[in-house]
């Protein structure tokens, strides 16, 4: 069951209609596999948005095509240890940067700074991006490199839930301006 689950995930990233109707409604889909209050369909699952076939942390590359259906099922009692379980092996990493998907939010603490800028269609208020820190790292340099100039804070909120592999719900951004239109100087 747990090889079948990380399997799934693949063919339904991979674009298989069957594995992907399987997520179209994950909840009942894997009901069907629940064994008293175990479900190794759904282990596996978590287990391939981290590891690779060699077992190895994908970093910050993970399977999250899913990820939004997948986190809801942390509402479902009846999968609570699946996701005991995928923690348990995921604070073991030596790796900072992680979400655990049993946390219900993410705070994420933005500084930064407004100026005028002209970008040829008139002059526009930026807020210039001077760090964005989760769980006391400064993790700027990274989302830099998904080129989200202009995005807002929504965007910013899609972006980061990329990154660190978490449910854009959960994730709450402190920052010292609305951030409307951002703009990363490095």
């Not at 069951?1 to 399987?22: D, H, K, V, W």
């Not at 049993?102 to 005028?116: A, D, G």
């Not at 769980?135 to 965007?155: H, P, T, V």
């Not at 660190?164 to 994730?171: D, H, M």
């Amino acid at each position: 069951m747990f090889i079948l689950g990380r399997n799934l995930l693949q063919c339904a990233i991979g674009g298989a209609n069957s594995a992907m109707t399987f997520f179209e409604n994950l909840n009942r889909s894997l009901l069907d596999f629940q064994i008293n209050s175990e479900n190794h369909i759904l282990n596996g699952i978590l287990f391939e948005m981290y590891y690779d076939s060699k077992g190895e942390f994908r970093f910050n590359n993970f399977k999250g095509n899913y990820r939004e259906e997948i986190f809801k099922l942390r509402d479902n009692p009846a999968f609570n240890q699946s996701f005991d379980f995928i923690n348990g092996i995921l604070i073991q990493q030596d790796y900072s940067v992680l979400f655990l998907p049993n946390s219900q939010t993410i705070n994420i603490e933005i500084k930064c700074s407004q100026k005028t800028t002209n970008d040829g269609f008139g002059d526009r208020i930026v807020q210039v991006i001077e760090s964005i820190i989760f769980n006391g790292n400064d993790i700027k340099k990274e989302i830099s490199k998904y080129y989200i100039d202009g995005y807002n804070e929504n965007g910013l909120k899609t972006v980061l839930a990329k990154y660190l592999n978490a449910p854009v719900e959960s994730i709450r951004i402190n920052s010292n301006f609305e951030l409307r239109y951002i703009r990363f100087i490095i």
